[in-house]
């Protein structure tokens, strides 16, 4: 019903920034909330950043102040632009789609981002 599509992670060093794109992409399903997660080798996936259609936005808690995740309704699009990037920061970044943040029943792929330091 939905693919989404997301752009091409990449290879920066810390401090650097990197803006990532998600297309959703189909019908059938609608498409309320948005998200980016992310899994690091050994560690949980875990939420970076979600928001709902309405611009309600949340965010992990060691991105908060160098993450924005924002949306473009008309495409059903999110983006999330990562700014003072960390060597912590490097994991694959997945984005997620559905009815609710509970509820994310769609994933991308999954891109690779690396933060050298």
């Known amino acids: 019903q939905v693919q989404l599509v997301e752009s091409e992670g990449g290879l920066v060093q810390a401090g650097e920034s990197l803006r990532l794109s998600c297309a959703a992409s189909g019908s059938g399903f609608s498409i309320n909330a948005m998200a980016w997660y992310r899994q690091a080798p050994g560690k949980q996936r875990e939420l970076v950043a979600g928001m709902s259609r309405g611009g309600s936005a949340k965010y992990a808690d060691s991105v908060k102040d160098r993450f924005t995740i924002s949306r473009d309704n008309a495409k059903n699009t999110v983006y999330l632009q990562m700014n003072n990037l960390k060597p912590e920061d490097t994991a694959v970044y997945y984005c997620?789609?559905?009815?609710?943040?509970?509820?994310?029943?769609?994933w991308g792929q999954g891109t690779q981002v690396t933060v050298s330091s």
């Open positions: 997620a789609a559905g009815y609710t943040m509970t509820y994310l029943r769609f």
